[in-house]
T-cell receptor, first 114, second 113 residues
Framework: AQTVTQSQPEMSVQEAETVTLSCTYD???????LFWYKQPPSRQMILVIR????KQQNATENRFSVNFQKAAKSFSLKISDSQLGDTAMYFC???????????WGAGTKLIIKP | NAGVTQTPKFQVLKTGQSMTLQCAQD?????MYWYRQDPGMGLRLIYY???????DKGEVPNGYNVSRLNKREFSLRLESAAPSQTSVYFC????????????FGQGTRLTVV
């Protein structure tokens, strides 16, 4: 079965600090896509960053970057210089080439404190 | 550019009542999806429509039906609501099912009492 595990139900850091959210996944397939989505209190689901499994270079999007370890099936999200607006639920998800369905983790609640 | 629009945003139903959740996208996407989100869990796929005229079951289809009315609209119907269907429902769309990015609506919070 394909699964996503986010082991940190909740995290909190001070504004301007760096925080890393962990995600591990399980699949027997070789080609897949990994995503981090942000869900602020408004409920809107927003794509933060994505990574193609065949790319060795870690994806970066402004203050957001990933540490993709394919052999370990790990896909962590690093948020640098955290801001109050980063407070949200963060979901890790992946999709394989053979299955259109996004498989989601349970989420990590991130609180940025002033 | 509205993106994905869902209506209503909130709804309370009594057990056994029926209702339809509406979803429309203005991005000319081919694929549309309905998810539910329950506390402590990620999103779970209810139904999807790979393209206009097709619909298929996802992970948790029981108790739901869908209609892909046209390319823009994809509705989700609860024929006889049950308390287990209390959840937040999200509609999403993507250009194709294999595309890497899905765009989400703002969700509908449904409570069945």
């Amino acid at each position: 079965a394909q699964t996503v595990t986010q082991s940190q139900p909740e995290m909190s850091v001070q504004e301007a600090e760096t925080v890393t959210l962990s995600c591990t996944y399980d699949t027997s397939e070789n080609n897949y896509y990994l995503f981090w989505y942000k869900q602020p209190p408004s409920r809107q689901m927003i794509l933060v960053i994505r990574q193609e499994a065949y790319k060795q270079q870690n994806a970066t999007e402004n203050r957001f970057s990933v540490n993709f370890q394919k052999a370990a099936k790990s896909f962590s999200l690093k948020i640098s210089d955290s801001q109050l607006g980063d407070t949200a639920m963060y979901f890790c998800a992946f999709r394989t080439d053979s299955n259109y369905q996004l498989i989601w983790g349970a989420g990590t609640k991130l609180i940025i404190k002033p | 550019n509205a993106g994905v629009t869902q209506t209503p945003k909130f709804q309370v139903l009594k057990t056994g009542q029926s209702m339809t959740l509406q979803c429309a996208q203005d991005m000319n996407h081919n694929s549309m999806y309905w998810y539910r989100q329950d506390p402590g869990m990620g999103l779970r796929l209810i139904y999807y429509s790979a393209s206009e005229g097709t619909t298929d079951k996802g992970e948790v289809p029981n108790g739901y039906n869908v209609s892909r009315l046209n390319k823009r609209e994809f509705s989700l119907r609860l024929e006889s609501a049950a308390p287990s269907q209390t959840s937040v429902y999200f509609c999403a769309s993507s250009e194709f099912t294999w595309n890497t990015e899905a765009f989400f609506g703002q969700g509908t919070r449904l409570t069945v009492v």
